[in-house]
Nanobody, 116 residues
Framework: QVQLVESGGGLVQPGGSLRLSCVASGNIFNLYAIYGWYRQAPGKQRELVATISSGGSPNYEDSVKGRFTISRENAKNTVYLQMNSLKPEDTALYYC?????????WGQGTQVTVSS
């Protein structure tokens, strides 16, 4: 059984930074593992923020390009999301996702609130 545990969320002022972490445990096959970060704001659907392939290639949703950076550390089964220049509209519950073949896993989420 695979488990994902996120951390690093919190309250930050506009323009500030946060670094989210997600640690995966269980049978992780990094060669096939695609990690992603998603977010869901109140009253809105969950949306993709960024993904990173097994080879380390990142993709970003347009609104976070140039501000967020996704990275992974395979030896630690960990994926990160560095978030800079945060805006109030980035406020959401952020979820870690892991895809391995046909299997899809989710963490419980970590809250990010951007407010003055």
């Amino acid at each position: 059984q695979v488990q994902l545990v996120e951390s690093g969320g919190g309250l930050v002022q506009p323009g500030g930074s946060l670094r989210l972490s997600c640690v995966a445990s269980g049978n992780i096959f990094n060669l096939y593992a695609i990690y992603g970060w998603y977010r869901q704001a109140p009253g809105k659907q969950r949306e993709l923020v960024a993904t990173i392939s097994s080879g380390g290639s990142p993709n970003y949703e347009d609104s976070v390009k140039g501000r967020f950076t996704i990275s992974r550390e395979n030896a630690k089964n960990t994926v990160y999301l560095q978030m800079n220049s945060l805006k109030p509209e980035d406020t959401a519950l952020y979820y870690c996702n892991l895809k391995m073949g046909s299997r899809n896993y989710w963490g419980q989420g970590t809250q990010v609130t951007v407010s003055s």
